[in-house]
């Protein structure tokens, strides 16, 4: 009789060292979203057309749509790659005032002209304009540009120049 109660409390002891030893898991699913910024534009090109001198030709304050989309909140700025070319170019004014064969360009963010208008100079780096700041990730906005034609020109040939939007991180 010893000897079965010893070994039944042998089993005992073996099936709760058993149902201790039982492990339970769970599983944490982790993800990351890398800072990624990416802005586009449309419609593009944009054409003024045939402009006289010191006409101030404009788009709509919403014409263009920037797709943004940008993984964190971003500023853009807005800057020309330099002075117009076609012909005898254009000096690209950095305070968007019109002057012999010097042409200048404002742009709005959806407003209206003449409120929260910002010169769109060909100054490279901390000089180039902020059109928006804090913009919200994957939130589009619109813009507009107005030309400021030069006083006088040299000649009648098609000028051209690049308007370029930047995406930093706010």
């Known amino acids: 009789m ?5 070994l039944a409390l042998v089993v005992v002891l073996m099936v709760a060292t058993t149902v201790s030893a039982t492990a339970s898991t ?12 990416s802005i ?31 993984t964190v909140a971003i500023n853009v700025t807005i800057y020309v790659t330099g002075d117009w070319t076609g012909g005898i170019g254009w000096t690209h004014s950095d305070t968007a005032t019109a002057g012999a064969d010097t042409a200048g360009m404002k742009a709005n963010q959806d407003g209206a ?10 100054t490279e780096g901390a000089g180039h304009s902020l059109i928006v700041t804090s913009q919200a990730a994957t939130t589009d906005f619109k813009f507009g540009l107005k030309l400021f034609a030069p006083t006088t ?6 000028k051209s120049n690049t308007v370029r939007l930047s995406a930093i991180g706010a």
């Not at 002209?113 to 060909?122: E, L």
């Not at 020109?153 to 098609?158: A, I, R």
């Open 40 to 70: 586009d534009v449309a419609p593009t090109p944009y054409d003024f057309a045939t402009v006289g001198a010191s006409a101030e030709p404009q788009t709509a304050e919403d014409h263009f749509t920037v797709t943004n989309g940008s």
């Open 2 to 6: 010893r000897k079965l109660l010893s």
């Open 153 to 158: 020109f040299s000649d009648g040939v098609e």
């Open 113 to 122: 002209w003449g409120v929260g208008d910002v010169i769109v100079k060909k």
């Open 26 to 37: 769970t599983d944490v699913t982790v993800t990351a979203t890398p800072t990624h910024l």
